[in-house]
T-cell receptor, first 114, second 115 residues
Framework: NAGVTQTPKFRVLKTGQSMTLLCAQD?????MYWYRQDPGMGLRLIHY???????AKGEVPDGYNVSRLKKQNFLLGLESAAPSQTSVYFC?????????????FGPGTRLTVL | AQKVTQAQTEISVVEKEDVTLDCVYE???????LFWYKQPPSGELVFLIR??????QNEISGRYSWNFQKSTSSFNFTITASQVVDSAVYFC????????????FGDGTTLTVKP
């Protein structure tokens, strides 16, 4: 199993450009999450999905959109990138949101917005 | 106040030293879970352990041990005889019913183990 994969690994954008980050998991997990990691701020939840066709806002959703058209994929979109969105983005998945369930993380995407 | 506080931003030790990473949490739920994750330089977070709110028994796994104390709302992580490969960022996380089971992460502690 590949687990959770993310593409691309690195990206540089100019302010105002758009892009989509792709997350894929092959563990048949119901739940998927997008986080951003900034220095000294830990992981902050952007959006999440509790199943195919569903999405919900997390802690810092502004400026991002997501889609979960297929169970195995969770896309994160930036419509008009801003320098404040420079960050490392992590995708994660879990079997369910039972309190005891751990999350499985992808390798991250390092995004720089100039 | 933060729900999960990892007051130690960075810790540096010399190989073979013991080191304890602190985690203090805040919740009103009676049922909750606590987790530790490791983020090595490669970047990917890896699950280490979970502990539920009804089980205060300490756990040991090789050089790793965890001390959960409800009285002080703490879930500390100790590495005995640290090794260079232990160098990573360590995250403590809380999962509670009032947050629909989603995890809240602390800001992480960067551990550097020098040879």
């Amino acid at each position: 199993n590949a687990g959770v994969t993310q593409t691309p690994k690195f990206r540089v954008l100019k302010t105002g450009q758009s892009m989509t980050l792709l997350c894929a998991q092959d563990m048949n997990h119901e739940y998927m999450y997008w986080y951003r990691q900034d220095p000294g701020m830990g992981l902050r939840l952007i959006h999440y999905s509790v199943g195919e066709g569903t999405t919900a806002k997390g802690e810092v959703p502004d400026g991002y959109n997501v889609s979960r058209l297929k169970k195995q994929n969770f896309l994160l979109g930036l419509e008009s990138a801003a320098p404040s969105q420079t960050s490392v983005y992590f995708c994660a998945s879990s079997y369910n949101t039972n309190l005891a369930t751990e999350q499985f993380f992808g390798p991250g995407t390092r995004l720089t917005v100039l | 106040a933060q729900k999960v506080t990892q007051a130690q931003t960075e810790i540096s030790v010399v190989e073979k030293e013991d080191v304890t990473l602190d985690c203090v949490y805040e919740t009103r739920d009676t049922t909750y879970y606590l987790f530790w994750y490791k983020q090595p330089p490669s970047g990917e977070l890896v699950f280490l352990i979970r502990r539920n709110s009804f089980d205060e028994q300490n756990e040991i796994s090789g050089r790793y041990s965890w001390n959960f104390q409800k009285s002080t709302s703490s879930f500390n992580f100790t590495i005995t005889a640290s090794q260079v490969v232990d160098s990573a960022v360590y995250f403590c996380a809380l999962s509670e019913n009032t947050n629909a089971g989603k995890s809240t992460f602390g800001d992480g502690t960067t551990l550097t183990v020098k040879p």
